[in-house]
Each structure stands twice: as structure tokens, then as C-alpha cells.
Nanobody, 126 residues
Framework: QVELVESGGGLVQAGDSLRLSCAISGRTSNSYTVAWFRQAPGKEREFVAALWRNTGYTYYSDSVKGRFTISRDKAKNTAYLQMSALKPEDTAVYYC???????????????????WGPGTQITVSS
């Protein structure tokens, strides 16, 4: 059983940077994919970024590409989402998600992930 816990959220101003962390407990293999999703009030949960099967292949939504970076430190069993040039429209609850043996084509799909963290709130003021 893999458990994920996010940290690092908070209130920031537009243009600021912030780094989220996702602590991963439990056994994961090199086939384990880690991703970040977010959900704004009244909206569906949406894909933000994914690191596929610890291969180094990363994927981003168009809305964050060039501003956010996903990474993973296997030694610390922690994933990160480095966010820069934050905008008010980035305001949401951010969730860390994980899944084993995902196909590359499934990395953006919410239902493909079996483990989810409780989420951390990010609020970006203008």
C-alpha cells in the first residue's frame, strides 16, 4: 500500500515561486508514475504534470508548461512540483497521485492513478 502526502502549499502573490513536496511511503518500483493534479472550486480535477515510470520523461499541461517542473528524488522517496511565475488562475487544491505500470498514454488520466494524497491548497493573489 502506497501512501502520498503533499506539503508546501500556501498563500502567495502573482509572480512568486513555490515548491510542493509529495512524500511517498510504501514500496514503489521503477515502473511507478508520479503526477500532480489540481482542482479549483467548482471545476473538475485537472492534470498538471507527470513523471512517467521514473524514466525521466515528463509531461505537462499547456497551462503550466514552461513554468512548472516535476521531479522525483528516489533516495528521499519524495516527488516535487517546482512552480514559478504563479498566476491567480493557478489557485487550486493540488494533489499528488501515483500509479504502477501506467501506460504513457494514461499519464494525464485521473482514473489511471491508484494512490492519491489529501491535497494542499495554493492560493495566488493578484
Amino acid at each position: 500500500q502506497v501512501e502520498l502526502v503533499e506539503s508546501g502549499g500556501g498563500l502567495v502573490q502573482a509572480g512568486d515561486s513555490l515548491r510542493l513536496s509529495c512524500a511517498i511511503s510504501g514500496r514503489t518500483s521503477n515502473s511507478y508514475t508520479v503526477a500532480w493534479f489540481r482542482q479549483a472550486p467548482g471545476k473538475e480535477r485537472e492534470f498538471v504534470a507527470a513523471l512517467w515510470r521514473n524514466t525521466g520523461y515528463t509531461y505537462y499541461s499547456d497551462s503550466v508548461k514552461g513554468r512548472f517542473t516535476i521531479s522525483r528524488d528516489k533516495a528521499k522517496n519524495t516527488a516535487y512540483l517546482q512552480m514559478s511565475a504563479l498566476k491567480p488562475e493557478d489557485t487550486a487544491v493540488y494533489y499528488c497521485a501515483g500509479g504502477a505500470r501506467l501506460m504513457r498514454s494514461s499519464t494525464r488520466t485521473t482514473s489511471a492513478y491508484s494512490s492519491w494524497g489529501p491535497g494542499t491548497q495554493i492560493t495566488v493573489s493578484s
